[in-house]
């Protein structure tokens, strides 16, 4: 058995999961699981880690739980995006949205306002927003939501100012009530990983299953807005 996790879902379709790890079992001929977990966008030090006793064999995760993992895991093939912003690499984006009529137009003029993000292990929600302002109280207010979706359903209602969301996620959630007022990267792209006592053999099907998926799945992966699966820069995570 392969057991698969995703942090990743509902921002990114729990379908799209699914339909990866159904692929992975008809490639490798091993039967998978998949289970989600929605409250962190993947483990940091005091989180629970499904890896290390190996309740989980195969991830989707945010791209800081790969260092707090360390020599734990390993990266997989992981999506490329149908982004042209991505021009065919394994990378993504935090958009910065605002209401459609807000007046502002840059982030800069969010100083003193109030800013959701995803959770605070995220990447394009959190992280990207602290390398831009070095502190949180640049806002006067920063509200977890919880995820991508709520975050933009906050922008939305006015509960907050702004927010960065996740490109992919952005693509499938097209909203006329928003607007992108600035782009933050490219970044490594959310990663694929296994955990490294799964025999190599394993792994190396694993891997293959992913890199041929768009053989067969390509219609299926373009209406979750990715293109393919490539290996991405591992040193890009660390």
Sequence with gaps: MIRLISYLAPSIPAPFFELVARHIESSTGVATSIAFEQSISGPLAGDDDPF???????????????????????????????????????VYFADVVVHASSKMQNFDELRGRTWAYNDPNSKSGWFSMLERV?????????????????????VASGEAD????????????????????????????????????????????IAHALLTMHEEHGASLESFGFARFAQPDAAAYR
């Design 52 to 90: 290390a006793d190996a309740r989980a064999d195969v991830g989707f995760l945010c791209a800081p739980s790969v260092r707090f993992l360390g020599t734990e895991i390993s990266v997989l093939p992981s999506p490329v995006p149908s982004d042209p912003r991505a021009n065919g690499r394994p």
């Design 134 to 154: 070095g502190d949180p109280n640049f806002f006067a207010k920063c509200i977890q939501s919880g995820s991508h979706l709520r975050s933009l359903d906050m």
């Design 162 to 205: 702004a927010a960065a969301i996740d490109s992919n996620v952005l693509r499938i959630n097209r909203r006329d009530d928003l607007r992108v007022i600035e782009s933050w990267g490219p970044f490594a792209i959310q990663p694929v990983i296994v955990r490294a006592a799964i025999d190599g053999a394993t792994r190396e099907r």
